[in-house]
């Protein structure tokens, strides 16, 4: 009998649920240099990078370490839909265990006095267990919570995606283009109050000023109504809408 060696799987470390400090504190202990993290935030919440190797300022070793060993964001995206407009779109996610989640962008024209908004409805659990009859999701029952990572992903894809190719409303000329992400809503699959802490985390990870720095009040949470949590989330440091 010929006994195949098996190879083992290792589990990557998804580096968007990590703040700064806990992605530094990972690092060392590691043995890497703690100012490794601020240029790896860098490169993910400012310069949007989807893979270590276009992180040049980091060692080639480092590079190869953080390929074998992290990930930056779970998932394919396995479809992505845009409106006859191009105000609205839509994708379908495919996380790391095969679960399916949706996230919307949604591009709104200056108005006024105010300029272009971009904001990403965002999901933040697999299903929802509250069933409320006129949701789809509902109906789906509840599968998983996701993790902050998870949640961080869906606002990073389509942050990259306007970076890319900024987009620019329609019939105005002269108005300018949009290429970052204004606003995010918690208002997609899943009651984001009833994973409370994977949001509460991935809210701090997109505020924190090293990195992403989107302002809290641009920031909404929306919820069915649990009251003990929203009295909660009102007590905390980082005030959301
Ligand atoms: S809480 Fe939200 S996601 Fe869940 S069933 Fe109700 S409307 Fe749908």
């Known amino acids: 009998m010929t006994i195949t060696p098996v190879t083992p799987v290792i589990k990557k470390t998804d580096l968007l649920g990590f703040t700064l400090p806990q992605l530094q504190q990972w690092l060392v202990e590691r043995g890497e240099a703690a100012f490794r993290g601020k240029q790896i935030y860098n490169w993910i919440y ?3 990078a989807a893979d270590f190797a276009t992180m040049t300022n980091l060692p080639q070793a480092l590079r190869s370490r953080l390929e074998a060993e992290a990930s930056i964001g779970p998932g394919i995206v396995r479809s992505e839909q845009h409106s006859k407009d191009d105000r609205t779109r839509k994708i379908l996610l495919e996380l790391s265990d095969g679960k399916l989640i949706e996230s919307v962008l949604m591009l709104y024209p200056p108005l006024g006095e105010s300029s272009a908004r971009a904001t990403v409805c965002v999901s933040s659990q697999a299903g929802c267990a509250f069933g409320c009859t006129f949701c789809a999701t509902g109906q789906m029952g509840f599968d998983r ?20 190719a900024p987009w620019v409303a329609a019939g105005l000329p002269g108005s300018r283009p949009i290429d970052h992400i204004t606003n995010i809503v918690l208002m997609g699959m899943g009651e984001p109050l009833h994973n409370y802490d994977n949001v509460l985390q991935a809210l701090r990870i997109l505020n924190s000023a090293e990195g992403f720095n989107l302002g809290a009040r641009h920031m909404t949470v929306s919820t069915v109504g649990l009251v003990p949590a929203i009295l909660k989330l009102s007590q905390e440091p980082l005030q959301v809408n």
């Open 145 to 164: 919570h996701l993790s902050a990572g998870e949640i961080v992903a869906q606002v990073l894809y389509f942050a990259r995606e306007l970076r890319a």
């Open 46 to 48: 400012q310069r949007l």
